[in-house]
């Protein structure tokens, strides 16, 4: 006999499939009972009604990604270079198709929600912000003699292009040609410890939700 718990998380992997199918307008109750096996009250009386479901699918979500990312920058030797975090920032969003869906067809739909339920945006754009850039350059990671405006604001054109333009059939060769070209001009030469790097960027990160 399933558990609660089980029965919920069955529940969020059944959302989570009908929003990467459709985008966030076919999840609605009566389509969450017929795809789950659940009557729509138990699950009103469960979750307290759609929004709640799409929230805590929404923050497992983001979750699921960050918990990917943090695991792919710290296993990795060079994980604390700007190129490596962008490339395992993208990767962590279009590996998953869930995310991918969220990030390339219903973003302004997830804000809303989050902002709704967190009063504020939960989760930044897919891309690399001017204020970690610049801390990336106070621990050595990024090149003194780079504006970090300038590489945010093309990183950002990047990341919206790409989303426009998903799905990609060379996705992996895509992405690491903009990392390849970020270590070659941004990346700080010769680096023998990212470590700062790493630290940096999951202050930066945990900050984001604080």
């Known amino acids: 006999m399933r558990t609660q718990l089980a029965e919920s998380s069955h529940v969020l992997d059944v959302a989570s499939d009908i929003v990467s199918a459709g985008g966030f307008e076919s999840l609605t109750l009566e389509s969450l009972a017929y795809a789950s096996g659940l009557p729509a009250g138990e699950l009103r009386d ?96 990024v090149r003194r003699d780079v504006d970090a405006g300038t590489v945010a604001h093309m990183l950002a054109i990047f990341s919206a292009g790409l989303a426009l333009t998903a799905p990609h059939d060379d996705l992996d060769r895509v992405v690491r040609g903009v990392t390849d070209l970020l270590a070659q001009v941004v990346d700080e030469p010769d680096i023998e410890d990212t470590t700062p790097g790493k630290t940096a960027f999951f202050e930066w990160a945990v900050s984001l939700v604080s």
């Open 46 to 141: 469960r979750f307290g009604g759609l929004e709640p479901i799409l929230v805590l699918m929404l923050n497992r979500e983001f979750t699921g990604i960050y918990m990917t990312m943090v695991d792919h920058i710290e296993r990795d030797p060079d994980g604390g270079k700007l190129s490596r975090i962008y490339y395992y920032t993208l990767a962590g969003v279009y590996e998953r198709p869930l995310a991918r869906t969220l990030y390339t067809a219903d973003r302004e739909a997830m804000n809303v929600i989050m902002r709704s339920a967190n009063s504020f945006g939960y989760m930044p754009g897919v891309g690399v912000r001017a204020d970690l850039i610049e801390t990336m350059q106070s621990v050595g990671m």
